[in-house]
């Protein structure tokens, strides 16, 4: 069954965002205060200069200024404890939500599932994938919030407390970061999203030679499945350590930027003090408003890369959690049956084959009776088993239980005493029973 579409990454987020909306919200007060309290910080050192430069300062009242200045950061430090302890939880929620969903998805599907997604991509996309989609729930959604609050904050206090013009002047450079933002972010994801296909592929290596291992050793094959592991861990290092170098790349990107805008403002700002337009204070506050936007920028950079590795992140898991069972395991019945276990016109072809592994199978077990089953590999033994035991669902024909369809019964009839060979020294045992019995009757005939 092909996957529904899933939701974007961004309407995940926010649905999460909605269930839980006070710890968001609590979060979301308390960056706002914080980044009150930052802007506010300049402004007061800016007037303290000021009467500095005036010989109107006293010593009480620098010394109640800078007592307020010690409060506001006490305060942004409380804060900041205070909404990594709510947004952080809120975001591991998400996490646990997320596998406690690929887990059920997991439990609900049949066998032609597994058969088409490794086990070890399966593995990663529970591990390190959803890593991603917490951090982008997470950790940008603060960086985000934050960076953006603390811009518009910023820019106002820039514009309209001291001068337009000026703040007009600095902000020159922007656009041209901003544009360096986006290319930079495109190759985040696409270095990304091969990093964590790369995990996967070397994640299921890893799962099939572990289960193997006795045929590895057996066979002398420890050298190429050893290269085979280096070369797949070094394409998932390649393309991390690719995607680590262009996340790189926003600081110099932001740092060039606001050495630009810092150049533009002291000439700017010079000439504006020169003309007794602005004090020497309004340009004191103004460069340290200029460096608090530093942070709004790395924030920037930082969002567009936890998204960025989020959203290559979702792009594999969402479909995997959009896609239906094919195995409806929705039947009211729960006691065991009681009756014969009959099979009609039992047929199966797997996925992509033409010739069926199954046709026109036919046969009827009574109650306490054992039936054997051989044949030559490939004869449909195995898929008997798996659609007697409801791992796939016939294309044509009927099994009953006791006059029961199994579909119709939910899991607990579908368990039926079927059991396969033995393995280890009981099954030498058993195929050595076999071959003598199989001699027994060539003589007897």
Known sequence: MPP?????????????????????????????????????????????????????????????????????????????????????????????????????????????????????????????????????????????????????LVIAMMSFAIDARLALVALLPFPAMALAFWFIAVRIHRHSRASLDHFGTMNDHVQQSLAGVRTIRALGLEAPVGARFAALAGRARDESLAAQRWEAAYEPAVGLSLAAAT?????????????????????TAFSMYLGQLIWPMFAAGWVLSLYERGRAAWDRLGPLLAEEPRIVDDGPRLETPAGALRVTGLGYRYEGQVTPALADIDLELPPGAVLGIVGPTGAGKSTLLRLLLRHDDPERGRIEWGGVPIEAGGSTIAAIGVSGAPGGDADERCAQRGIEAIQMDIEMQ
Do not use: C, K
């Open 4 to 152: 529904a579409a899933h939701a974007s990454l961004a309407a995940l987020i926010v649905g999460h965002a909605r269930a839980h909306l006070r710890a968001y919200g609590s979060a979301a007060v308390m960056l706002v205060a914080i980044a009150v309290l930052t802007v506010w910080i300049p402004s007061e050192i800016g007037r303290i200069v000021d009467e500095l430069v005036a010989q109107r300062a006293d010593p009480a009242g620098l010394a109640i200024g800078l007592a307020r200045i010690v409060a506001a950061g006490v305060a942004i430090y409380l804060l900041r404890v205070g909404w990594r302890l709510q947004l952080f939880a809120a975001a591991y929620r998400l996490g646990v939500a997320l596998r406690v969903r690929l887990y059920r998805r997991l439990a609900g599907h049949g066998a032609a599932f597994f058969e088409r997604h490794r086990t070890g991509d399966l593995m990663a996309m529970a591990t390190n994938d959803i890593d991603a989609i917490e951090m982008a729930a997470g950790e940008a959604m603060l960086a985000g919030f934050d960076g953006s609050v603390t811009l518009v």
């Open 263 to 283: 150049t533009l403002t002291l000439a700017m700002g010079g000439w504006l003090v020169w003309h007794d337009e602005i004090t020497v204070g309004d340009l």
